[in-house]
């Protein structure tokens, strides 16, 4: 039975804006209250989708969330109709309505973690939604987020869904943006690699000093037990707290990985070499062999690659066995950066050819092509028990590029969040889009 990795790219909301909320994320913060143009967003991101698909690779769309989520204001204590409840937040509280317009659900990556069906107890494939507790903005996400995978994903034959862990610090989880998986082909089983920033009971873990650590051990683990995955097929690796302190917020900024291989800084992770030696020797025990490729410091500073993004990247497999690295255009703009990337593809090596795309308008908020999307491995018949509404085609792109241009403004400012206008375009566009996506009332305003 054939197997794919199938690429679920988050389409961007209505209410792209820089509000500068992400401590920790250098991009967000250094172009706060910046202008943002929602439609040029959502349509670079579609661009990037049918670009993959043209390519021959399998792709689908993910939803974004309905903002301003007034009921999450509500819940701080602003009261009135919509309308009254946006006018208080904007004059009493504007950084509470900046955060409940956050358009940050585009990056996919940390919707949920997702585990093949090759690799769990019951021979399902398994999502667990995020609890994104670190960041405000981001922890109102999971329950809209679970929702939308239950629809795109609903025959229960096929696929387990689990609730947001505890929203806790303890249990920080930022989904599969702290999470990889190696295989030697995706319907086989395979090792999956959680990367942790801390532990929150083991203090003989260190922790950096001056950003947070959003992904705990304690988090990966249990994921990892409502998934029934074995301990031979699972690795934990902590990321190294002095990147995390430089802006690698996620491991996805300084690692990738696809198949047999690791792609990732010399810097990037404590204990490396114990680290490689261990998804070496568990991944042989499946069939594999595992392939690193190490970025050294001398060629690529931390610094270049938070710049860049060049790690979150999307390192997609061709059929002869090669690879694809799909980077962002500040790759092409970092000198040391392209310069590294010219020699790797003339190396000869796994990694063959380099494409770049233009995603300024999600790259100055602090997300690349990785961010974008959240990769779930599915057999031929997995495939089709997916909702069929949500995988990309000429069409589909054909009617979602139409109603972004119907439906989005090209201009975002602070003062525009603060337009209870706002909240109805975004409602109109939304409940058109789960139409065109086939997803039935995921939104809090059509189910209550």
Not at 101 to 125: E, K
Not at 191 to 205: C, I, K, L, P
Not at 309 to 326: A, E, H, K, T, V
Not at 408 to 437: K, V, W
Request: glycine share 8%; charged share 20%.
């Amino acid at each position: 039975m054939k197997s794919y990795e199938v690429n679920f790219d988050g389409l961007v909301g209505p209410t792209h804006n820089y509000g500068g909320l992400s401590y920790g994320n250098v991009a967000s913060q250094s172009n706060s209250q910046q202008s943002s143009n929602p439609k040029e967003a959502a349509l670079q991101g579609l661009a990037k989708m049918k670009a993959l698909m043209d390519m021959g690779f399998q792709q689908g769309v993910l939803a974004p969330q309905e903002r301003p989520d007034v009921a999450a204001l509500r819940r701080l204590g602003f009261a009135g109709s919509d309308a009254q409840v946006i006018q208080q937040a904007a004059k009493e509280a504007m950084p509470l309505l900046v955060a409940s317009c956050s358009a940050s659900s585009m990056w996919v990556a940390n919707a949920a973690t997702v585990s093949p069906s090759a690799d769990t107890a019951d021979g399902r494939v398994h999502f667990t939604a995020a609890n994104l507790n670190c960041k405000y903005h981001r922890s109102i996400e999971h329950p809209t987020t679970s929702r939308v995978l239950g629809a795109m994903f609903a025959n229960q034959q096929h696929f387990a869904h689990h609730a947001a862990l505890p929203a806790v610090a303890q249990f920080g989880d930022e989904g599969a943006a702290n999470h990889t998986r190696f295989c030697r082909a995706y319907g086989e089983a395979g090792v999956e690699f959680f990367v942790f920033g801390r532990s929150a009971f083991d203090t003989r873990y260190p922790a950096p000093q001056k950003y947070p650590a959003r992904q705990t051990l304690e988090a990966s683990q249990a994921v990892a037990r409502l998934h029934g995955l074995r301990e031979e097929g699972v690795v934990y690796a902590q990321q190294n707290p002095s990147v995390i302190d430089q802006g690698v917020f996620h491991n996805d900024v300084i690692a990738v990985g696809n198949g047999e291989v690791l792609f990732y800084h010399e810097d990037a992770f404590l204990q490396t070499d114990k680290m490689l030696a261990e998804l070496s020797s568990k991944l042989a025990k499946v069939g594999g062999k595992f392939q690193s490729v190490c970025v050294p410091r001398s060629a690529v500073t931390v610094d270049d690659a938070v710049r860049s993004y060049l790690f979150n990247s999307q390192l997609l497999s061709r059929p002869d066995g090669s690879m694809l690295l799909i980077v962002p255009e500040e790759c092409r703009s970092n000198e040391r950066v392209w310069h590294y990337l010219q020699g790797l593809t003339g190396a000869g090596g796994v990694i063959r050819e380099v494409k770049v795309f233009d995603l300024k308008q999600s790259m100055q908020n602090g997300g690349g092509p990785a961010c974008l999307r959240l990769r779930v491995a599915l057999n031929e018949t997995e495939l089709a028990a997916v909702n069929p509404g949500v995988i990309m085609t000429a069409p589909l792109y054909d009617s979602l590029t139409q109603w972004v241009e119907r439906h989005y403004r090209d201009r975002m400012t602070e003062n525009d969040l603060a337009d209870p206008q706002l909240l109805l375009e975004c409602r109109a566009a939304l409940d058109e889009l789960t139409q065109i996506l086939k997803l039935g009332a995921v939104y809090p305003f059509q189910i209550n």
